[in-house]
């Protein structure tokens, strides 16, 4: 008989409907209940995703119905209770980026993890790109050469999602732990996974405050109007964070990520440089190399642009794969514990004003 995953959605904001997608249009995939603290919340949801139970209380979900797996899409403050006590339930996880509020937290979502025997794959979604195998292509057949020096920016120019996201009792951090952890784990993810081993980092707050009320034309966030009476968030993060990070290999890899950012437009890059070519990734990769003593710029022929569609649905079917087969997880909780390592470290450096080392 053919096996089913069982999962249960918890948290039915924004990035959940790309995982409601995703489960729905996975033949082996049955999305059983979803939950959310707020119940209107949860019952649109269910009722848009045409999911059978929907909860205000995880724990009485995890009681009540049998599942296999769930999907952890709440505020990053809740991702490590709900982790633990799903996978003391015997759930496998797919907890969204960033894993956890720091690297102690994480850590004990790891330690669950390994004594449950159950899988904790952390949300880092870029890793499903369509360009990813092929960079990792680049990277292990050696046309990049020996990759020493990495960019990578994820800039808004105002866009600070606005509630929790610029609480950091909730966030954890602005834009360096909401956007940067994307683009630091896709240049590790791409180069090897190597070992950070110091960084040196910096924020700053000169924007964030007051844009972020006005960053809506009506006056507020969504977000905030939902939870009024329930939370009230408090603007308490970075909107801006760069950072220099050096690796075990020698890669040193310069991050920069905002909420906001007297620039002339968003930007959201990736470059790779190597001694033999380099290459530069956005919705596409172009290759700079050169062939014939010829300085070359090259585009894969025949792939697909990186989508958010595509990108969810590779994420989820890895996961179902992992779940139903037994197949070694792409994006296991260790590599989300290097990056909040990483993470962590930069915002101390940025504290202290000096680089820090991670062990
Ligand atoms: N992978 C990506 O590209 C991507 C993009 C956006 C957000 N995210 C991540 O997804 C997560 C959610 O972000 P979002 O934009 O969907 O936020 P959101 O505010 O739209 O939704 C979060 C929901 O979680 C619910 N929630 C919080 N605590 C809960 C609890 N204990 N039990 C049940 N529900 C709870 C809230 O009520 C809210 O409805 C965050 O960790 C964020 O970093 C990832």
């Excluded at 405050?209 to 905030?224: F, L, S, T």
Aim: glycine share 10%; hydrophobic share 40%; proline share 3%.
């Amino acid at each position: 008989m053919e096996k089913i995953l069982k999962v249960a959605i918890i948290g039915c904001g924004g990035i959940a409907r790309s995982h409601a997608e995703a489960y729905n249009n996975h033949p082996n995939a049955k999305l059983v209940a979803c939950c959310d603290l707020l119940e209107d919340k949860a019952r649109a949801f269910a009722e848009k995703y045409e999911i059978g139970a929907y909860y205000t209380d995880y724990r009485e979900l995890f009681e009540k119905e049998d599942l296999d797996a769930v999907s952890i899409t709440t505020w990053n403050s809740a991702h490590k209770p709900i982790a633990i006590d799903a996978l003391r339930a015997g759930l496998n996880v797919l907890c969204e980026k960033p894993m956890a509020l720091n690297t102690a937290e994480a850590l004990e979502m790891e330690r669950a993890a390994n004594e449950t025997g159950k899988l904790l794959q952390i949300g880092f979604v870029r890793r499903f790109e369509s360009t990813s195998e092929v960079i990792r292509n680049f990277y292990t057949g050696g046309t990049l050469g020996d990759v020493y020096y990495a960019k990578a920016q994820y800039l808004r120019r105002n866009g600070c999602p606005g509630g929790w996201f610029g609480d950091k009792s909730f966030s954890g951090g602005g834009p360096l732990i909401d956007l940067g952890v994307h683009v630091i784990d896709l240049v590790r993810y791409l180069t090897g996974r190597p070992m950070p081993v110091s960084v040196y980092g910096y924020t700053f707050d000169n924007l964030g405050r007051n844009r972020a009320k006005h960053n809506i034309p009506k006056g507020g966030y969504k977000r905030d109007y939902e939870f009024a009476g329930k939370f009230d968030f408090r603007y308490t993060v970075e909107d801006f964070a760069g950072a220099d990070i050096r690796f075990d290999n020698g890669l040193v890899l310069h991050v920069e990520a905002s909420f906001n950012l007297n620039l002339k437009d968003n930007v959201g890059k990736i470059e790779l440089f190597g001694t033999k070519s380099a290459l530069q990734l956005d919705d596409h990769v172009e290759l700079y190399g050169v062939v014939d003593d010829y300085y070359m710029n090259m585009t894969p022929q025949g792939l697909a642009k990186n989508e958010r569609v595509q990108m969810f649905q590779g994420e989820i079917e890895h996961f179902a794969d992992c779940c139903l087969n037994g197949t070694p997880c792409l994006a296991p909780a260790e590599d989300g514990v290097v990056l909040m390592k990483i993470l962590d470290a930069i915002y101390e450096s940025a504290r202290t004003h000096r680089s820090v080392e991670i062990r």
